[in-house]
């Protein structure tokens, strides 16, 4: 959410692959650049817009003059293979999970491999160093890592879509169980697990879940709360609006729509 009101959004099909504007009415769209699949961002407070690019296997800088700079591509020189989401830390650093997998072996021109639960995974969450360059792996191992965000405290929280499970990471890299928001047991073939996720004000935590078509609630000891349905199956990310406002942005990929939903809280700031 920008402090208009707008949204920034990513476009990942092989059509598009582009970031976007939004603005706060939802009437008119911005194309800020394309790089080819970006999947999650963030802004610091110089207006920078960091992007995990998984067709580029990188995190991008997008800079308020347009100009792009590959920041990283590599973790102790192995490469990148499936950059998924990103969020400014409490000390300024990038975090990025690696869901683990090439985007060419999961989902060749766009389409999902139907035999994807025989892929090898090894999902990964990095620091990047944003003056340094430096790269740190914080975790792997993780079967396919995606969202992650910061709680009020500054702890970083992050999910593994294909066992619903949300954790926390801990000095050393230790994985300390939090939730899961999945509500049925996931069949081998299915597609289903939490995708995005955003801490509100009061401490619950936000999730899409991807082929559940809900947004499901945790309370801040980790129980499920409620479950808030969208339209259509396929949430991937949201994002709380504007302070005072209630309102939740939802994008939704089986139906390709920006959806907002009043839930009567206001989200946790993030960090910039």
């Known amino acids: 959410m920008l402090d208009d009101g707008g949204l920034l959004v990513v476009e990942m099909s092989p059509a598009t692959g582009q970031i976007s504007r939004i603005s706060a ?38 800079a308020p003059d347009g100009r792009i700079d590959t920041v990283a591509d590599a973790c102790d020189g192995e490469r990148f293979l499936f950059p998924n989401d990103v969020a400014v830390g409490p000390d300024g650093a990038i975090y990025m999970t690696d869901s683990g997998v090439l985007e060419d072996d999961l989902a060749p021109n766009g389409e999902v491999n139907p035999e994807w639960y025989k892929l090898p995974v090894d999902g990964r969450i990095f620091r990047i160093d944003p003056a340094s360059r430096e790269v740190t792996c914080l975790l792997s191992g993780i079967q396919f890592a995606n969202g992650l965000a910061f709680s009020s405290d500054g702890q970083l929280f992050a999910n593994e879509t294909l066992t619903g499970e949300i954790f926390r990471i801990a000095s050393q890299g230790r994985r300390i169980p939090f939730g899961n928001v999945v509500a049925t047991p996931r069949a081998m073939e299915e597609v289903k697990g939490p995708d995005g996720m955003k801490f509100a004000a009061d401490g619950r935590s936000f999730h899409a879940v991807f082929g559940q078509g809900d ?58």
């Not at 129980?223 to 396929?234: F, L, N």
């Not at 990929?253 to 009043?262: D, E, F, G, R």
């Open 25 to 62: 009415d939802g009437r008119e769209k911005e194309v800020l650049a394309q790089t080819g699949r970006p999947n999650g961002l963030a802004m610091d407070r110089a207006g920078n817009i960091w992007v995990a690019e998984t067709r580029q296997r990188a995190l991008l800088r997008l």
């Open 215 to 272: 947004i499901t609630v945790l309370a801040p000891d980790g129980t499920v709360e409620s479950r808030i349905p969208v339209e259509g199956t396929h949430p991937t990310n949201l994002a709380f609006g504007q302070p005072g406002s209630g309102d939740l942005y939802v994008t939704e990929a089986s139906t390709n729509t920006l959806q907002k939903i009043h839930v009567g809280v206001d989200g946790l700031p993030l960090y910039r």
